[in-house]
């Protein structure tokens, strides 16, 4: 069975700091990977897929990497703004195409 | 539509009675997911159907739970006998099924379920 864990739980940074957000993993059969943020009292958003063949996958301020051999993903957020204040979750999809969450990193970004 | 829709947004319901919650996929997406997310925790994976092929139901919390979906479309998540435990908001994800596996999962606004 998949398990899932984001570290950090809750990061608090000001305005303007490069920050990282690790995924893992335990089983690296995986197909993708998707990372989505969630604002409160609000469904999911997704920000990037990364294909299991892929080492990167880029949108804007955004940058995830992945490191299926390791069961290891991380999503870089550049420049943070408080509009990126949210709780960011990730999710492999594995056998069964299901997809599986973290408990999600919970992100402050103070002005 | 343009996204996964959800109704109703909100609910509230006294123990005991039976709730219908529904889930309008992406038009062409053959996955369909629920999903349940209790107060500040994670999500939980309750269902998964698959175009015509038998759903998986190994998250279902208990026979009261219960989920079907007409025409490949459409789904219901129904629970008979809601009990308290059973607030928490219901999210619902379409995506492009099975052979296309490196497909984005589109989630819905979810349905905001309180049981008094």
């Known amino acids: 069975k998949q398990e899932v864990t984001q570290i950090p739980a809750a990061l608090s940074v000001p305005e303007g700091e490069n920050l990282v957000l690790n995924c893992s993993f335990t089983?690296?059969?995986?197909?993708?990977l998707q990372w989505f943020r969630q604002d409160p009292g609000k469904g999911l958003t997704s920000l990037l897929l990364i294909q299991s063949s892929q080492r990167e996958q880029t949108s804007g301020r955004l940058n995830a990497s992945l490191d299926k051999s390791s069961g290891r993903s991380t999503l870089y957020i550049a420049a943070s703004q408080p509009g990126d204040s949210a709780t960011y979750l990730c999710a492999p999809r594995g056998a069964g195409n299901m997809l599986t969450f973290g408990g999600g990193t919970r992100l402050m970004v103070k002005p | 539509g343009a996204g996964v829709s959800q109704s109703p947004s909100n609910k509230v319901t006294e123990k005991g009675k039976d709730v219908e919650l529904r889930c309008d996929p992406i038009s062409g997406h053959t996955a369909l997911y629920w999903y349940r997310q209790s107060l500040g925790q994670g999500l939980e994976f309750l269902i998964y159907f698959q175009g015509n092929s038998a759903p998986d139901k190994s998250g279902l919390p208990s026979d009261r739970f219960s989920a079907e979906r007409t025409g490949g479309s459409v789904s219901t998540l129904t629970i008979q006998r809601t009990q308290q435990e059973d607030s928490a908001v219901y999210l619902c994800a379409s995506s492009l099924g099975v052979g296309l596996m490196n497909t984005e999962a589109f989630f819905g606004q979810g349905t905001r379920l309180t049981v008094v």
């Open positions: 089983d690296s059969a995986i197909y993708n």
